[in-house]
């Protein structure tokens, strides 16, 4: 890991945003897809309704 | 810098082009290049607008209450009746991304190129909040490109979506389920993300946070009047004071220049990048689905954050390939995703990018 980053802070500019990239969209992807969880769930094992 | 200016306050006038933020800032870079500048700064004396930069742009205190604003206006409900809509929401933050490999091609260094990027989250707000924190030098142009291309929604996403799908998938049609949401699901859900965004982004937190907060208001349903604050005096109070002084950092020294051509060129392919990739998700899981449950894929291009505009714009679309198509909920399911896949998209760049550049 300790690596990966020192290789991507010499990188060049445009790999650099591909990390960003690839992280970002990761990133972006897991944290909505637990708020889907929550809400499935929720809705599922929840209920009652308003 | 003055024809700049008199151009935004037409759009604003004559197209309807976002007025309650253009015209402000048309006029307010207008003010600011005027001889001697003494909205800005006089004799070592700040000016009104300085002034105004400096409590609430520079602090990023305008965008955050602006975020509680948009909150309590935002319904998650039909997000929480079709769940999987939330997706789009992240699918269409592509353009973000793809725009700050381009302007890293161009050669912008990664800060300029990520705050560029973010004119693709369709979020003026979290447009700011990042250029702010990047690259303050191109606040001006980025707030204009934002701003301006969340008004032209409507002219910048048929077209994509028409070239990326055919008549068939564009009729597809998609039931919607009537169902009711637990008012407990409503009220908890702000907290649990302002929670988890904490943990998975913390510096995503103010922009999470705010918009959370504003939520909470509005859902726990014992705040009516402070929900209506926030949603009516809040929300045009700061946009009235926002737009102005985003007016005020247009400075002909800093605005008139090849960057900013660039800039407002980007705005537009990080749009069309947004439509593109959400509409080609929504094609891929097609792939995975069967006939009667398939989605269609103008939805994804919902995925944006400019809400109400890219479900509404969805919904006629699919009106006028077949009469009676109804996609509106899902549309809007997809469109509030995509205020929260702006934010945390917005958050992973403010926590990436200076995991490599400091």
């Not at chain 2, 009220?187 to 959370?212: E, K, Q, R, Y």
């Not at chain 2, 269609?296 to 509404?312: D, L």
Request: hydrophobic letters at 55%.
């Amino acid at each position: 890991m300790d690596s990966l980053m020192y290789n991507l802070k010499n990188a060049s500019t445009t790999v650099q945003a591909l990390a960003v990239t690839a992280g970002g969209l990761i990133g972006v992807f897991a944290t909505l897809a637990a708020f889907f969880l929550i809400i499935w769930l929720s809705v599922k094992l929840g209920g009652k309704k308003a | 810098m003055y024809v700049v200016g008199a151009i935004l306050i037409w759009l604003a006038i004559k197209k309807e082009y976002e007025p309650m933020l253009l015209l402000p800032i048309g006029f307010g870079a207008i003010l600011v290049n005027l001889p001697l500048s003494v909205v800005w700064e006089h004799e070592g004396s700040a000016g009104f607008l300085k002034v105004l930069y400096d409590g609430g742009i520079a602090n990023e205190l305008f965008p955050i209450l602006i975020f509680i604003a948009v909150g309590a206006m935002i319904d998650f409900g039909p997000l929480f009746k079709n769940p999987f809509m939330i997706f789009f929401g992240a699918a269409a933050q592509f353009g973000i991304f793809a725009t700050m490999i381009i302007a890293t091609l161009l050669g912008f260094d990664l800060k300029q190129a990520a705050s560029i990027g973010i004119i693709g989250a369709a979020d003026g707000p979290t447009a700011i909040y990042v250029a702010n924190k990047f690259a303050k030098d191109l606040l001006g142009p980025i707030s204009v490109a934002a701003y301006s291309y969340m008004a032209l929604v409507p002219l910048i996403q048929p077209p994509v979506i028409k070239l990326l799908t055919s008549k068939k998938e564009r009729r597809i049609h998609m039931v919607y389920h009537e169902s009711g949401v637990p008012k407990w699901l409503k009220i908890s859900f702000p907290i649990v993300v302002t929670m988890i965004s904490g943990f998975v982004a913390p510096i995503s937190v103010p922009l999470v946070g705010s918009l959370m907060f504003g939520n909470l208001i509005r859902e726990s349903g014992v705040l009516e009047r402070l929900s209506q604050t926030a949603q009516n005096e809040l929300a045009y109070l700061i946009t009235l004071l926002l737009g102005i002084t985003i007016g005020s950092s247009m400075r002909a020294d800093k605005f008139l220049n090849v960057n900013t051509l660039m800039i407002l060129g980007m705005g537009l392919v990080a749009f069309v990048f947004d439509t593109a990739g959400g509409v080609l998700f929504a094609k891929m899981i097609n792939l995975f689905l069967p006939h009667d449950k398939k989605i269609n894929p103008m939805i994804g291009a919902c995925g944006i954050s400019a809400f109400p505009m890219s479900g509404r714009v969805i919904q006629k679309m699919a009106a006028e390939e077949e009469k009676g198509n109804i996609i509106l909920m899902h549309a809007i399911g997809s469109n509030v995703s995509g205020q929260l896949g702006s934010i945390i998209a917005g958050g992973m760049v403010l926590a990436l990018v200076p995991l490599l550049v400091g």
